[in-house]
């Protein structure tokens, strides 16, 4: 069994933000996939599903993102998972936008959900990096992260959304490069 978060805000005026990407991937995931219905627990959302023959929970913390790391654990401890169970996808500022890239631990770079998660559970899980790029200043992040995808950009992040969902069942796997990938060349 595995555990895979998406990391974002909770609310409707969050629903768009490029900081809710984590979000719209397991939604998209979910539909594509036929994942049970939506069940409040851990703290957030989850939702139960098989990727080939994979058993997947899907999560969408409730916690807001800077304490996302209250519902992984809570989840990782119920299903008594470590964290080489864990998937979390996230919008990634160091990558140019609508790139996925997959990596195991590493750091937080100032990305507040992954901050609450390591310091719950510790760096070691897997990252699934979405990239939503960087405005040029440090001063313009927060507005940048914090602001809706534009209308120009929505075509690119439903063909990037569409295909993390069609080669999901790589990231299931393990085969994370073939993910990539695949990913990319959906992509192209």
């Given amino acids: 069994m595995q ?5 974002g805000n909770p609310g409707p005026q969050y629903a768009l933000h490029r900081h809710n990407v984590g979000f719209m991937a397991l939604d998209t995931i979910a539909e594509v ?3 049970g219905p939506v069940q409040k627990k851990f703290q957030g959302w989850a939702q139960d599903g098989r990727i080939g023959s994979q058993r997947l929970i899907l999560l969408k913390p409730a916690t807001f993102m800077n304490e996302s790391g209250r519902a992984v654990s809570e989840a990782l401890r119920f299903y008594k998972l470590g964290p080489d169970a864990l998937t979390v996808f996230h919008d990634e500022l160091d990558l140019a936008p609508f790139k996925v890239k997959v990596k195991q631990g590493g750091g937080h770079a100032g ?9 719950h559970i510790g760096p070691e899980f897997r990252r699934v990096r979405l ?3 960087h405005p040029g200043h440090k001063d313009r992040v ?3 992260v914090l602001g809706n995808f534009a209308k120009a950009e929505q075509d690119d992040l439903v063909e990037m959304l569409g295909a993390v ?5 790589r990231l299931a796997a393990g085969d994370d490069v073939r993910f990539m990938n695949d990913v990319a060349l959906r992509q192209n």
């Fill in 3 to 7: 555990l895979w978060v998406g990391l």
């Fill in 33 to 35: 996939h036929g994942f």
């Fill in 111 to 119: 990305h507040n959900g992954l901050r609450s998660i390591d310091q």
């Fill in 131 to 133: 990239g939503i790029g």
């Fill in 142 to 144: 927060t507005g940048h």
């Fill in 165 to 169: 969902a069609a080669e999901a069942g």
